[in-house]
């Protein structure tokens, strides 16, 4: 009839996770068709997947989601699911797609930061030498005390190109290894992670001594200038067990980890010393203040290397800082009298101007002297690689 599509819509033959196979009938000739709901894709091996299956599990995926959310979401909507084999399937393959990515993109870094370093003329023994930002992060939170997480990333940024150049991952624990340990049984043929067996503290330093002993045969470079944080046990690792240039290694501190330092070791000193805790003292504004102030004059510090040269800047910091212990008891007159670096008499007497000077030296002006060297560097803040794989900070240095 006129106005009337000339295939009509049988039904559903088939479903196959969230894709459908559709039979439809042509009504002037009755020839039966078959049309699925969505277009396939070749995964890296050779399979061929559902787009739309492909999608939903690589959704899961990026946001910390897995089968069972993948199926609740999907019955909650009134759509078919994916049976958990079918997922497990699909989520390895998308697994060594993103690896063989990952490591393609590390590469064309890696030769970038070469060739930058060439045209600086930066080299150690002939071989380029690379400025890289590197940290860690774990699985679970320490919190100062618990330090057992199951598993640890670390990575290595380039400085000027401030793209991914080494990533490492350690894991304790293997779901299909425990159970069958539990059981006494041998554990079944499997792709296990685990590859680390000793204590999770440990598994930053390995990482990164791995990373540094790849660095020249992977990119052809060394990294001789390491920034990071002030408290990790990395440089010793590496001078002990690295390759032999890293005897040579220039470590610049991380600003921003300074700081973080010198509020914790505040916070630490109220909590040990009652007396200076409450309004009027060592308050947690006044902590959040003195923390902030010394960040800001490491920054604007920095910006007169150039100007006055590194010692001067240094010197200038240091008298900053001294200025800034003032705000413990008065920031309106410290900003007023801040050109005569002001002390007042009652943090004399307590003698804790003496000790917060001796902690905001500790934590922050010795690690400015090699810190401020890096005076225009800017790295982005804390971001996430693959919403897991990337745990660590990236620095905001100067």
């Not at 490591?103 to 930058?116: S, T, V, Y």
């Not at 810190?371 to 897991?388: A, F, P, V």
Request: aromatic fraction near 6%; glycine fraction near 8%; proline fraction near 3%.
């Amino acid at each position: 009839m006129k106005g009337e599509a000339p295939i009509k819509l049988v039904g559903e033959v088939k479903n196959l996770g969230l894709a459908s196979i559709l039979q439809s009938e042509c009504k002037g000739c009755s020839k039966v068709f078959r049309v699925t709901t969505s277009p396939k894709v070749t995964m890296p091996d050779g399979n061929k997947r559902f787009e739309i299956n492909v999608r939903a599990v690589w959704g899961q995926m990026g946001s910390g989601g897995g089968s069972t959310r993948l199926n609740e979401e999907s019955a909650t909507l009134g759509m078919p699911g994916l049976s958990p084999d079918t997922y497990r399937k699909i989520e390895a393959e998308i697994g060594k797609w993103w690896h063989t990515v990952l490591k393609e993109e590390m590469l064309k870094a890696g030769a970038e930061e070469k060739k930058l370093a060439e045209e600086a003329g930066d080299f150690h023994e002939g071989i380029p030498a690379v400025k890289v930002i590197i940290d860690a992060g774990w699985s679970k939170s320490a919190h100062k005390h618990s330090y057992n997480a199951p598993g640890g990333v670390g990575i290595v940024v380039g400085a000027r190109t401030k793209k991914l150049l080494a990533i490492g991952v350690k894991v304790k624990t293997c779901l299909i290894c425990d159970t069958a340990a539990n059981s006494g049984k041998e554990p079944k043929v499997h792709d296990c992670g685990k590859n680390w067996d000793k204590s999770s503290q440990a598994m930053e330093a390995q990482i990164f001594l791995e990373a540094f002993s790849e660095a020249e045969q992977v990119h052809g470079v060394r990294y001789m200038y390491l920034i990071g944080d002030g408290d990790s046990n990395t440089l010793p690792l590496l001078v002990a067990e690295g390759p032999h240039w890293c005897r040579e290694i220039t470590k610049i501190e991380c600003a921003n980890h300074a700081c973080k330092c010198l509020r914790s070791n505040l916070e630490k000193l109220v909590e040990n010393k009652p007396q200076y805790k409450g309004k009027g003292r060592l308050s947690k504004a006044k902590i959040v203040k003195i923390t902030s102030g010394c960040r800001c004059a490491i920054r604007m510090r920095s910006h007169e290397i150039a100007t006055i040269g590194r010692r001067a800047a240094v010197e200038k910091l240091k008298k900053d800082i001294k200025t800034v212990c003032g705000m413990y008891q008065d920031i309106t007159k410290i900003v007023q009298q801040i050109s005569v670096n002001l002390v007042m008499p009652t943090l004399i007497k307590t003698r804790l101007l003496d000790r917060m000077t001796q902690m905001l030296m500790k934590t922050v002006i010795v690690m400015a002297k090699r810190m401020i060297m890096m005076s225009k560097m800017m790295m982005k803040k804390k971001t996430y690689w693959l919403n897991w794989l990337l745990c660590g900070e990236v620095f905001l240095m100067m």
